[in-house]
């Protein structure tokens, strides 16, 4: 019986040469994924928790909300209302910047707080500059400089917590 771990190809066993490389892209790729989707619960927990308490924190969740009415309603599918518009666009939310966010760990790991920052200012400038093209108000997150400030600082908190459990997580996985 041939080894299980060993690939085959007409009688050939080339391939198992490739299986390290198989093994690496997987736990990178899970590696970014877990990085991406932990910062991206961080920032919305952060989020969540000021926006109760200090009147001039960002609203990014009108933000998005407003954005998945709309594309919905483009597309002829009534969006949902209340606490069910509420929970869908925290799901939207929490999937595109787990998504965008574990692009960090994507690469050469060596400057992954750098590449964290940058990802987290760029999405921050991103929401503030984006919404006023696409037709959204963007109060939400242009109400004071104040909240500005908070909604480009709290995209950078996510890209450096991203980064930080990509590191975190690739170093355990390179000892």
């Not at 391939?15 to 994924?33: A, D, E, G, T, W």
């Not at 927990?45 to 407003?66: F, M, N, W």
Request: charged letters at 20%.
């Amino acid at each position: 019986m041939k080894n299980p771990g060993q690939l085959y190809c007409r009688g050939f066993s080339f391939l198992k040469q490739f299986q390290p490389v198989k093994h690496f892209i997987n736990m990178k790729l899970i590696n970014s994924l877990v990085g991406g989707f932990v910062g991206a619960i961080a920032l919305n927990i952060l989020h969540e928790t000021v926006k109760r308490y200090y009147e001039k924190a960002p609203r990014i969740d009108l933000l998005g909300e407003e954005a998945l009415e709309k594309s919905m309603e483009a597309v002829g599918i009534d969006p949902p209302e209340g606490r069910n518009l509420y929970l869908a666009t925290l799901a939207g939310d929490v999937i595109s910047n787990g998504l965008y966010y574990s692009a960090i760990g994507f690469g050469d790991t060596k400057n992954v707080y750098i590449k964290g920052a940058v990802a987290g200012i760029a999405a921050g400038v991103g929401a503030l500059q984006l919404p006023d093209p696409m037709g959204l108000d963007d109060l939400p997150v242009t109400y004071t400089n104040q909240t500005k400030a908070l909604t480009v600082a709290w995209y950078l908190f996510g890209g450096l917590i991203a980064a930080a459990v990509i590191s975190g997580l690739e170093n355990k996985r390179n000892t």
